[in-house]
Structures are given as C-alpha cells and as structure tokens.
C-alpha cells in the first residue's frame, strides 16, 4: 500500500472508506437497499477498517525511517523544505499526520527502537 508516505486528507479518507464499504458490500452480496449496517458487514467478513490499517502502514514505515541511521539518504529527506510559505492554512505534512496518530494510539516516537513492543503497540487485529 502506498498510503505509507502521503498525508491523507480527512475527504480522502472519507472517499477510500466509501469504496471500500461498496467493495465488502459488493463481495458479501448486499447492497443498500438490504440495510445492513456497515459493522455488521465488518463482523461478518472479519474485516478492520481501512483507516486503522492505513494508520498501521503509516507507522509501521515511520518505524522504519526511524530506525535507520541518521546519515541514510531516506533520513536526510526528512529536513528537506519544500517550498516557502503560502497564504491560507498551512499543508498537510506526513510527519503532522504521523504526530496526530501517535497521539491517537497514545504511543511515545522512542518506542520506535523496541521494534517488537513498536509493532505490537501499532498492529490493528483484521477479525473484529
């Protein structure tokens, strides 16, 4: 998955959950008119949201940058500035939306080196 390295928008999130939910729909032979709820269909297919999973490959490769020495070239792409500054709010930047998950899952950045406790404190289960 690519969603790794780009910030997502809340309206892009928005449109991927959209497709995903048509796709579980499609696949488990419902459509709206059924009126089955979207954690119903979930359940059943034993499937997490594609947001949580989006999150988990966030920072699952925020681990890996992380852990790499600071000389390695992905490192030096950290301190890149892109850019000057524009008018209006500012862009959404990877490493906010890395800050904004960390904060979700109430996790501390210095658990990136314990890659076991870091993997499990990031995993998202599949069956709900």
Same mark, same amino acid.
Not at 6 to 16: L, T
Not at 30 to 59: H, Y
Not at 65 to 90: H, L, Q, Y
């Given at each position: &998955? ?20 048509? &796709?579980? @729909?499609?696949s ?6 059924? *009126?089955?709820? /979207?954690?119903?269909?979930?359940? /059943?297919? *034993?499937? $997490?949201?594609?947001?949580?999973? &989006?999150?988990?490959?966030?920072? @699952? ?21 892109? %850019?000057?500054?524009?008018? %209006? @709010? ?9 800050? *904004? +998950?960390?904060?979700l ?6 658990l990136?080196?314990?890659? %076991?406790?870091? @993997? ?5 289960? +599949? $069956?709900?």
């Amino acid at each position: &998955m690519e969603s790794e390295c780009w910030p997502i928008k809340k309206q892009q999130e928005h449109k991927v959950k959209v497709a995903e939910m048509r &796709m579980l @729909r499609w696949s488990s032979g419902l459509t709206l008119k059924d *009126k089955v709820r /979207n954690e119903t269909i979930r359940s /059943n297919l *034993k499937v $997490a949201p594609i947001d949580e999973k &989006m999150r988990e490959g966030r920072l @699952r490769w925020f681990g890996h940058v992380r852990r790499r020495p600071i000389d390695a070239p992905i490192r030096k792409c950290e301190d890149i500035d892109i %850019g000057t500054e524009r008018e %209006g @709010r500012p862009r959404l930047t990877w490493e906010r939306v890395i800050r *904004k +998950d960390l904060e979700l899952l109430d996790i501390s950045e210095d658990l990136v080196e314990e890659r %076991g406790e870091w @993997r499990r404190s990031i995993h998202v289960a +599949d $069956a709900l």
